[in-house]
């Protein structure tokens, strides 16, 4: 609640161990209160959050613990180098000596940043930095990653190989949420999607779920979240792709 705006409405979800599950939805739907809450980075007005079992409000550091958080926009301290940002990462979460130094190294390797380990993170491309972020994230094998847009700055050779990361996480057991405006990483990761709009959620489900809400059977993630949004907003999608309002004497 901001005022007397409710950013995010009655919002009631539950995300399964080893599930990647996508929070899509227009801007301004709620999706970045969501996250910011989820995190522990904003105290909900009502409600009830949890992370495997912890309360993110009255548990606060537990849920904490349990927890990985990439932000769109990574905020790193750019004086430090690559590796000395992991080492502050991870004693943050208690690892120290040689796990630490372990960890360190096979996130620079698979993140390919092991070349520039030694140099300062403001030297760093917007892509390497969210590829710092993730590595800093997954640093502590938490149970739940929380990500906000992953493929923003990323090229599309770490785009691939982050979204295949997804998959393997959840294999081995992690609950992944993302947010992202990129549809065809939801579709091509997601086992489960759910589309909020004006702070209400208003479908849930795998795709083949969400297309028959959308009356839209076979049809790819963009055709069906465009006619659910459109729909929630008293309009509708032609079947040449535009636009058909159902007052159209009011535009």
Known sequence: MYGG????????????????????????????????????????????????????????????????????????????????????????????????????????????????????????????????????ALLHKPKVLIVDEPMVGLDPKGARKVKGLFRSLAAGGMTVFLTTHELSTAEAVCDRIGIVHHGVMIAMGNLRELAEKAQSPGSGLEEVFLRLTLENEGEELSSSGDLKADNPQGL
């Not at 980075?41 to 958080?69: D, H, I, M």
């Not at 690559?82 to 004693?91: A, I």
């Open 5 to 136: 705006f409710s950013a995010v409405s009655g919002l009631d979800l539950t995300v399964q161990t080893g599930e990647v599950f996508g929070f899509l939805g227009p801007n301004g739907a709620g999706k970045t209160t969501t996250i910011k809450i989820l995190a522990g980075l904003l105290p909900p007005t009502q409600g009830v959050v949890e992370l495997c079992g912890f309360n993110v409000v009255s548990q606060a550091l537990q849920a904490k613990a349990v927890t990985g958080f990439i932000p769109d926009t990574p905020f790193l301290f750019e004086r430090l180098t690559g590796r000395e940002f992991l080492r502050f990462s991870g004693r943050l979460y208690g690892l120290d000596g040689e796990p630490l130094t372990r960890e360190v190294d096979r996130q620079l390797g698979f993140f390919e940043l092991a070349g520039w380990a030694d140099h300062l993170v403001e030297s760093y491309s917007h892509g390497m930095k969210k590829r710092l972020a993730m590595g800093a």
